[in-house]
């Protein structure tokens, strides 16, 4: 069964410093994966996806993340974080056939001290 | 380009009513999805509605229903709510291309029902 694992439930950083968040999934076919971030009272932004090709993906607000076959992990980077970046993550997962439900984590609270 | 809406924002009921959440996809999606965010679980699949039929459903009772317009617009219907049914239910639309194999989807703000 697919699944999403974001192992770190909450984590504080300084602005300015290094952000990593992890993410591990579990699906049988190539999957494709997302990075959504929710702000307090807001829905769901995607940050960037995985569907194919380079590893290394980039996507908005100087986020990046890996895909990493032989770890089953996509982890979310970010090599300075701001303050504006305290929201939650949610790493997640569709299905490789024609679109259909996404499988979310459960989330990472991230907060950022000034 | 107008994104997802979803109405009311908030929407209180007690135990045993029956509540209607609204969705409004993004002008041209013909496909609407339904989740739940319930505290402490995450983002749950509720449904999945494409050209006025349903065509997926997550692991809910029978209560939660939906239908989809002709205009693509959705309703979700919870009848005999329960406690446990207060969350923030988050409505997305997507538009499917014959071939693609997937097909983003764009999420609007959500509707926060608390039930009492």
């Known amino acids: 069964a697919q699944s999403v694992t974001q192992p770190d439930i909450h984590i504080t950083v300084s602005e300015g410093a290094s952000l990593e968040l992890r993410c591990n999934y579990s699906?049988?076919?190539?999957?494709?994966l997302f990075w959504y971030v929710q702000s307090p009272g807001q829905g769901l932004q995607l940050l960037l996806k995985y569907f194919s090709g380079d590893t290394l993906v980039q996507g908005i607000k100087g986020f990046e993340a890996e895909f990493k076959r032989s770890q089953s992990s996509f982890n979310l980077r970010k090599p300075s974080v701001h303050w504006s970046d305290a929201a939650e993550y949610f790493c997640a997962v569709g299905s490789s056939y024609n679109t259909d439900k996404l499988i979310f984590g459960t989330g990472t609270r991230l907060q950022v001290f000034p | 380009e107008a994104g997802v809406t979803q109405s009311p924002t908030h929407l209180i009921k007690t135990r045993g009513q029956q509540a209607t959440l609204r969705c409004s996809p993004i002008?041209?999606?013909?496909?609407v999805y339904w989740y739940q965010q319930a505290l402490g679980l995450g983002l749950q699949f509720l449904l999945w509605y494409d050209e006025g039929e349903e065509r997926n459903r997550g692991n809910f009772p029978p209560r939660f229903s939906g239908r989809q317009f002709p205009n693509y617009s959705s309703e979700l219907n919870v009848n005999a709510l329960e406690l446990e049914d207060s969350a923030l239910y988050l409505c997305?639309?997507?538009?499917?291309?014959?071939?693609?194999?997937?097909?983003?989807?764009?999420f609007g703000p959500g509707t926060r029902l608390t039930v009492l």
């Open positions: 002008s041209g999606h013909t496909s």
């Open positions: 699906y049988g076919a190539t999957p494709y």
């Open positions: 997305a639309s997507s538009l499917i291309f014959a071939g693609n194999t997937y097909n983003e989807q764009f």
